[in-house]
């Protein structure tokens, strides 16, 4: 049986589909959000609260010694889709602000 190349680019296709959408279910641990968090802010993180996400973001509240941040990974299907683009040569980081910052790109901290 030979397949025609239409079948066989829809098949890639449909996989590559179900691929992305089983990441989409997988959220960051608490550890792992602790570690990104101290990585980009440079000192160590006590606590992480107010965990929430979106198909495409996890945001939560970074609080260390000098202050609460907060904090955004892409995660889900946009995080999938960054480590398949690197070739997983790069992972997601997380982008900190001090809580109460005006301007800043994560919106839901209004």
Known sequence: MKLYPPTTRFALLGALIIGI???SNIKPTEDHLK????????EP???????RNDSM????IASTASGDY?????????GGMFAVASFGMMKPAAYCQPKGAR?????PFN
Do not use: D, H, Q
């Open 21 to 23: 959408a089983g990441c």
């Open 57 to 60: 973001t996890t945001y939560y």
């Open 35 to 42: 570690t990104l968090s101290e990585t980009n802010l440079g």
């Open 45 to 51: 993180v006590k606590r992480i609260s107010n965990v």
């Open 103 to 107: 301007g800043n790109g994560l919106t």
């Open 70 to 78: 907060n904090c955004s990974v892409p995660s889900g299907a946009s």
